[in-house]
């Protein structure tokens, strides 16, 4: 086969692979990933069931890619947002600020009935708990990049490690999200994240 022939090969499974792979995020989004089939999938993307196992070996891998990199796009979100934010407001400010965020994503971004379902996922192990869990994810090192700047500036206690009060804090979010889900929709998650966050900085802030 020429190399031309085969560049062409290439470049269409890569399309085919991206067809899959877009029409399942809107799927995804749209949907209660439970309730999102192959063939649903496949059908919206165009192409035949065979063409989907070629590329994903199930769905279920699908999901897992489609989460790492939502949860990348996600934080660069945070990312961006946070260099917004004027270097000259206090620490626990930007903190708050950064929690409304995530609590806006969150709710209104991802939704209540995603966020129950990768719970649910992630408790009965039927989907890897990396994307999201893991503390190299930029959400930490965000947190502990405030909170370094917090102590430089004498606005928060130095004896704890900040790597430590970090995770403390995204637990703590974590936790909100977990009650918002069960309590939903009797529960204001934004409020309640900033009511949180509030009570727990101002335990770690001078006094």
């Given at each position: 086969m020429?190399?031309?022939k085969?560049s062409k090969?290439?470049?269409?499974a890569?399309?085919?692979?991206?067809k899959i792979?877009?029409?399942a995020r809107?799927l995804f989004?749209?949907k209660n990933?439970?309730d999102?089939?192959?063939?649903?999938?496949v059908?919206?993307?165009?192409v035949s069931?065979g063409?989907?196992y070629v590329h994903y070996?199930?769905?279920?891998?699908?999901v897992y890619?489609?989460?790492?990199?939502?949860?990348?796009?996600?934080?660069l979100d945070?990312?961006?947002?946070?260099?917004?934010?004027?270097?000259?407001?206090?620490?626990?400010?930007?903190?708050i600020?950064l929690?409304?965020k995530?609590?806006?994503i969150?709710?209104?971004?991802i939704?209540?009935?995603?966020?129950k379902?990768l719970?649910n996922?992630?408790?009965?192990?039927?989907?890897?708990?990396e994307?999201t869990m893991?503390?190299?994810r930029e959400l930490?090192?965000?947190?502990?990049?405030?909170?370094?700047?917090?102590?430089?500036?004498?606005e928060?206690?130095?004896g704890i490690?900040?790597?430590?009060?970090?995770s403390?804090?995204?637990?703590?979010?974590?936790?909100?999200?977990?009650?918002?889900c069960i309590?939903y929709p009797?529960f204001?998650?934004?409020e309640?994240?900033?009511?949180?966050m509030d009570?727990l900085l101002r335990?770690?802030g001078?006094?």
């Open positions: 020429s190399e031309k085969l090969r290439k470049k269409q890569a399309e085919t692979k991206m792979y877009e029409a809107d989004l749209e990933v439970d999102v089939s192959v063939d649903s999938i059908e919206k993307a165009g069931k063409c989907f070996e199930s769905k279920a891998e699908l890619i489609l989460i790492k990199d939502y949860v990348g796009e996600i934080d945070y990312k961006t947002y946070l260099k917004s934010i004027s270097q000259d407001r206090s620490t626990l400010d930007i903190i600020l929690t409304e995530i609590a806006d969150l709710e209104n971004k939704g209540h009935d995603n966020m379902w719970y996922s992630l408790l009965s192990s039927s989907i890897s708990s994307p893991s503390y190299n930490y090192k965000m947190f502990e990049e405030i909170l370094s700047d917090g102590v430089r500036k004498g928060i206690r130095s490690p900040v790597t430590i009060l970090a403390h804090l995204v637990l703590a979010i974590r936790g909100i999200t977990f009650e918002w309590r009797d204001n998650f934004r309640e994240c900033i009511k949180q009570i335990g770690i001078i006094p």
